[in-house]
């Protein structure tokens, strides 16, 4: 079965701090992919980034970065230099390789202190 | 602008009635999703629909409906069998339909849904 776990539920930082967000998943398909998504209190989900299960690179996009580690099945999420801007819920996603079901995690309430 | 829209943003609804949450995309993607996300929990599939004409239940459908008659239109009716129907709902669109492969989820603003 699939299942993603974000065991940090609310995650409270001063601005200019750095923040990682912990993701762990749980699948028995050898193809797969992983998502991050990020929900502002307006409350749309906000696409951020798409893995498959062959890229263990990890990936930076400004301030930014995620670290994709099989082994541990896990794809955690780092803020650099966090902002007020950051303060949202991120959610962690698990997909198949085919079928489109999407598995979510709890997510991660950010709140970035100024 | 290409996106999803969802309306209305609030909606209220006495209990006993049907609501119906309208969603709309014009992105020429294939599959479309509804989520329900209460608080604290993550997102819960409702319904999906990989081609026009044709959806499929999810892990909650019970007490929800849905139709697909046009690929850019998702619209779903929460009707008065569903037992608690307060909560967020959420459209999602992807690119890929009836190929199978998986493709990325795009998601509208959302409707908060309060039942008086």
Avoid at chain 1, 57 to 82: H, L, M, P
Wanted: glycine share 6%.
């Amino acid at each position: 079965a699939q299942k993603v776990t974000q065991a940090q539920t609310e995650i409270s930082v001063v601005e200019k701090e750095d923040v990682t967000l912990d993701c762990v998943y749980e699948t028995r398909d050898t193809t797969y992919y992983l998502f991050w998504y990020k929900q502002p209190p307006s409350g749309e989900l906000v696409f951020l980034i798409r893995r498959n299960s062959f890229d263990e690179q990890n990936e930076i996009s400004g301030r930014y970065s995620w670290n994709f580690q099989k082994s541990t099945s896990s794809f955690n999420f780092t803020i650099t230099a966090s902002q007020v801007v950051d303060s949202a819920v991120y959610f962690c996603a698990l997909s198949e390789a085919t079928g489109n079901q999407f598995y979510f995690g709890t997510g991660t309430s950010l709140t970035v202190i100024p | 602008d290409g996106g999803i829209t969802q309306s209305p943003k609030y909606l209220f609804r006495k209990e006993g009635q049907n609501v119906t949450l309208s969603c709309e995309q014009n992105l020429n993607h294939d599959a479309m999703y509804w989520y329900r996300q209460d608080p604290g929990q993550g997102l819960r599939l409702i319904y999906y629909s990989q081609i026009v004409n044709d959806f499929q239940k999810g892990d909650i459908a019970e007490g929800y409906s849905v139709s697909r008659e046009k690929k850019e239109s998702f619209p779903l009716t929460v009707t008065s069998a569903q037992k608690n129907p307060t909560a967020f709902y959420l459209c999602a669109s992807s690119l890929a339909g009836t190929s199978g492969f998986t493709d990325t989820q795009y998601f509208g603003p959302g409707t908060r849904l309060t039942v008086l």
